[in-house]
């Protein structure tokens, strides 16, 4: 009986029925996985389970197939001496299709978050950072695969990783404004200070509308129609103020003074007047908020005081502060109340008369 095993014809025979075995083993894995990726897909509560399972479908064929060829390559006779270059050749075969099924796996996940997750999400983090992750992640995952071929191979990577660090190092060093700008972006999309509409203003800087934040750079729309690109690293390290935030109507707090002369009970009534005028009149001013007034002191030429209301947003302050001040100056004029301009009263001692000629004071 181990005579007829022996048999170099019979092992040969029993090799590539192992092969074949395995070959259909593949083939049906394959037809099986696509069918159940196909079925699941459907249901859009396993949508994420479809997409690994169909990316995992391939590298599990191939997987299935080499370790077919290794089987067989074992039983094949007259390959003694090659053994253990065929068992690296076919470690090396099977880490690679590793490496691809998770990198195919990784891409799955995020193509399935980039579809399913991201359009709900109110934050831009994940639109920003997704496609730099789907770019690097799989570059990590490859890379590690080859150093694990490597070692496999017999390399001593140990100076390989030390020559990666050093040069890694010295690409950080050289890309080190880029990489400000990246880590800022990133700081600044997950604090979420701002978003993409708002309003904002930067210290010293300019102030507009926030178009778009990227990994390396904030675009903002100023009020001249322009964009202004501004450096991440930049916009975190500046006092920033966002008028959209956290809500979008704006207090109007406006200062006025009327003369000392003036009955102020009778400032007062006349300016909330105004003010109440222009909430119902005007669609830029926010209609829940209450009114307010207040003299604010004695000042040099005017009794000053101040109104306070609400626009709905910075835009539309404008246009409510321009109403008030014109509704203000026509109703004053019309009720008699004086704003008055500087005045300087301006005391001096009299100087003594003139000396008069002789005979000047009888005349």
């Known amino acids: 009986m181990l005579d007829i095993f022996n048999d170099p014809t019979l092992q040969r025979w029993i090799a590539l029925g192992v092969f074949a075995a395995f070959t259909v083993l593949a083939a049906a894995h394959y037809v099986v996985v696509r069918f159940i990726s196909r079925r699941m ?9 479809a997409d690994v399972t169909r990316a995992v479908a391939r590298a599990g064929t191939l997987f299935i197939f080499t370790l077919g060829a290794l089987a067989a390559l074992e039983v094949w006779p007259g ?3 090659w053994r253990g270059r065929i068992a690296r050749g076919v470690l090396i075969v099977l880490t690679a299709i590793t490496t691809m099924g998770a990198a195919n796996v990784f891409n799955a996940v995020v193509g399935w978050y980039t579809v399913w997750i991201a359009p709900k999400t109110h934050s831009r983090v994940d639109d920003t950072l997704l496609p730099v992750a789907r770019r690097v992640i799989p570059v990590l995952i490859y890379g590690m695969g080859g150093l694990i071929i490597l070692q496999t191979l017999g390399v001593n990577i140990s100076p390989l990783l030390g020559g990666i660090g050093i040069s890694g190092l010295a690409v950080a060093l050289g890309l080190q404004p880029t990489l400000s700008n990246f880590f800022a972006g990133t700081n600044v999309l997950t604090e979420g200070s701002f978003s993409h509409g708002d309003y904002i203003e ?4 300019p102030a507009g509308y926030v178009e778009s934040v990227d990994w390396r750079s904030t675009k903002i729309r100023t009020w001249l129609n322009n964009y202004v690109v501004i450096p991440n690293s930049v916009l975190a390290n500046t006092i920033m103020v966002n008028y959209s935030r956290p809500d979008p109507r704006m207090n ?3 200062y006025c003074g009327v003369s000392y002369d003036c009955d102020l009970a009778r400032v007062n009534e006349v300016a909330l007047e105004v003010v109440r005028q222009v909430i119902a009149a005007n669609d ?3 209609k829940s908020a209450e009114p307010w007034f207040g003299f604010e002191r004695f000042g040099d030429s005017n009794v000053e005081f101040w109104v306070f209301l609400q626009a709905r947003d910075r835009i539309g302050s404008f246009v409510v502060t321009n109403d008030l001040v014109k509704r203000l100056h026509a109703r004053f004029r019309e009720e008699g109340i004086e704003i008055n301009y500087p005045v300087r009263k301006v005391v001096y001692d009299a100087p003594p008369p003139p000396n008069l000629p002789p005979g000047a004071r009888g005349s």
């Open 41 to 49: 897909r459907k249901s859009r509560a396993q949508s994420l389970a």
């Open 79 to 81: 390959l003694d001496e």
């Open 202 to 205: 930067l210290q010293g800087g």
């Open 252 to 254: 109007i707090l406006l």
């Open 284 to 286: 830029e001013a926010d």
